[in-house]
């Protein structure tokens, strides 16, 4: 038999769904990558809702293991004790922040909407002055523009019953994965090839402590300006000092966009008792974030994180706009978790090319 013949006895016996050119096997396989690429990035838009409360979820249970292993340095005692004490104090601080200062607040809270407008009133009325001619509605009608495109952070901060299930769900299954996360390490490991396996417990421990290390920073800087805020301002008797402080520390863990929003709020309260104290608080918020974000957090996290602020930024914008005030807070961790698995990433590829150069 010629091999024409057996090329076409094997074309006849073969299935008529079979490609047999090399080149279109080729072609129909990265056909059916680029397929299943565009079916897993519409699955994981339709889900991201609940993949980003996963991932809070994440983030807070990292908070959690983090004060577990900071109170472990002072008590030798079983890691779920440590835990208990960690849930308990800031249950306990929840407590004390509604019965003590929860009606002070939600009576400043009350006279804050007020006293912005009449301050962009004031500021209309001085640029008129000063022959710029620009209408108290189009004012608010930026303000409000910007505060919706960088995730509705006003609203968020005095609506969060609308995100109350999310809340819940976020520290409930926050506590699960701090009680026991190897368990879900393991179950996800499970999942995978077994020679990578180790690979995936060393970067899930290297993502553990690079978060502990940012959100240890966002902590400690939200303490900090909170509390050096409302101090300072009551010192020089500003009006809703305790609201200020408590504003500026809570934005303290959105960076960047948190730290303008409270700026903003606490210069146009300041005004309203005169230009000097204006001018205070103006100095009071420039002090306060240079000691965050020159002192503080460069010391604790960005050493370690080492974060480009116009990436974070970006990221802050992008994910707000689309997720709302859940995206944009957790944006900076997301952030650096890519960055540590794209730099591992890129330190197995380099060592893969050395072991290959090498042999």
């Not at 804050?112 to 002055?129: E, F, K, Y």
């Not at 809703?240 to 700026?263: E, K, R």
Request: net charge neutral.
């Amino acid at each position: 038999m010629s091999d024409n013949d057996e090329a076409s006895a094997e074309s006849i016996g073969s299935s008529p769904a079979q490609l047999s050119d090399p080149r279109l096997r080729f072609e129909a396989r990265r056909a059916l990558v680029w397929t299943a690429m565009v079916g897993l990035v519409a699955l994981a838009v339709y889900l991201v809702q609940p993949l980003l409360v996963i991932f809070g979820a994440m983030v807070f249970a990292c908070m959690i293991d983090g004060g577990a292993r900071l109170l472990g340095r002072v008590l030798p005692i079983a890691r779920g004790w440590r835990i208990a004490i960690v849930l308990t104090g800031a249950a306990a601080f929840l407590a004390w922040l509604i019965q003590f200062a929860g009606y002070q607040i939600a009576e400043q809270a009350a006279q804050l909407p007020a006293l912005v407008d009449s301050q962009l009133s004031l500021a209309n009325t001085w640029l008129q002055g000063m022959g710029v001619h620009i209408r108290i509605d189009d004012i608010k009608g930026l303000a409000q523009q910007l505060f919706s495109g960088v995730g509705s952070v006003t609203r968020a901060l005095g609506g969060l019953i609308g995100g109350f299930a999310n809340l819940v769900l976020i520290v409930v299954l926050g506590i699960y994965i701090a009680l026991e996360p190897h368990i879900y390490q393991r179950g996800i490991a499970w999942m995978i090839a077994e020679d990578r396996r180790e690979d995936l417990a060393e970067m899930a421990d290297e993502m553990a402590y690079t978060l502990r290390r940012l959100l240890s920073g966002r902590l400690l800087g939200m303490v900090v300006e909170g509390v050096f805020t409302w101090a300072l301002l009551a010192l020089y008797g500003v009006p809703m000092a305790a609201l200020l402080g408590l504003l500026t520390g809570l934005l303290a863990f959105i960076p960047n966009i948190g730290a303008i929003v409270s700026g903003l709020l606490m210069v146009l309260v300041g005004f309203s008792g005169g230009t000097e104290m204006g001018l205070y608080t103006l100095g009071v918020y420039f002090a306060v974030q240079t000691i965050d974000g020159y002192i503080l957090v460069p010391m604790i996290a960005r050493k370690t994180v080492d974060l480009a602020p116009a990436l974070v930024l970006a990221a802050q914008l992008i994910l707000g706009v689309l997720f709302g005030i859940i995206g944009l807070t957790l944006a900076d961790p997301l952030v650096a978790m890519a960055k540590v698995a794209l730099q591992r990433r890129s330190r197995r590829i380099d060592q893969q090319q050395e072991s290959v150069s090498t042999n």
